[in-house]
């Protein structure tokens, strides 16, 4: 089956450590993309992708970082410079183009240790 | 200013109660509105794709309906496990920009 698989589903960050979100797909998507969601708030983009090695920052990029060397993968690097991270992060694809719907991954919930 | 507003943003019903969701939004340029559920713990199921104002789409008991300034999506005859998070987007320029969801508690 088609999809896109994060890992971990949980994950416990200690004070100063960098800890990476991994995100992989089978759709054959070309865009990719990386989103918080906060209790009470809509998602907010991190970082997106439309292509191979090439990447883009969204609305909250400070503090974290991405790479894009396979199509299937986008992980997720959230970095000790990142002053609050606990929350909902959420992995999506899509087809590229204007209009086209993401599809989304179950997510992996951060926690400081 | 929010460019996507859902509401009400938490609706309880009883089963078999049917009603709508609403969301309103202000970009111009619209490049498709989104509707998905959201289940606790888990990522956005993808429901419908509207792109005109007129256009209706449907599923089983859910129907999501578009004009120039706002969607509904309307729950008709509803069961427990209709109960989740409904979230719309609309996709602007390049991106897709999201509401905050209506939380939907159906009561059996």
């Known amino acids: 089956d088609g999809g896109i698989t994060q890992s971990p589903k949980y994950l416990f960050r200690k004070e100063g450590q960098n800890v990476t979100l991994s995100c992989e797909q089978n759709?054959?998507?070309?865009?990719m993309y990386w989103y918080r969601q906060d209790p009470g708030q809509g998602l907010r983009l991190i970082y997106y992708?439309?292509?191979?090695?090439?990447?883009q920052k969204g609305d909250i990029a400070e503090g974290y970082s991405v790479s894009r060397e396979k199509k299937e993968s986008f992980p997720l690097t959230v970095t000790s410079a990142q002053k609050n991270p606990t929350a909902f992060y959420l992995c999506?694809?899509?087809?590229?183009?204007?209009?086209?719907?993401?599809?989304f991954g179950d997510g992996t919930r951060l926690s400081i240790l | 200013e929010d460019q996507v507003t859902q509401s009400p943003e938490a609706l309880r019903l009883q089963e078999g109660e049917s009603s709508s969701l609403n969301c309103s939004y202000t970009?111009?340029?619209?490049?498709?509105l989104f509707w998905y559920r959201q289940d606790p713990g888990k990522g956005p199921e993808f429901l419908f794709t509207?792109?005109?104002a007129g256009e209706e789409k449907e599923k089983e008991r859910l129907k999501a309906t578009l004009t120039k300034k706002e969607s509904f999506l309307h729950i008709t005859a509803p069961k427990p496990e209709d109960s989740a998070t409904y979230l719309c987007?609309?996709?602007?320029?390049?991106?897709?920009?999201f509401g905050k969801g209506t939380r939907l508690h159906i009561l059996p």
């Open positions: 999506a694809s899509s087809t590229t183009g204007k209009g086209q719907p993401q599809h």
């Open positions: 759709l054959n998507h070309d865009a």
């Open positions: 992708s439309q292509i191979v090695n090439d990447f």
């Open positions: 970009v111009s340029g619209l490049r498709g």
């Open positions: 509207l792109y005109s």
């Open positions: 987007a609309v996709g602007w320029d390049d991106k897709i920009i």
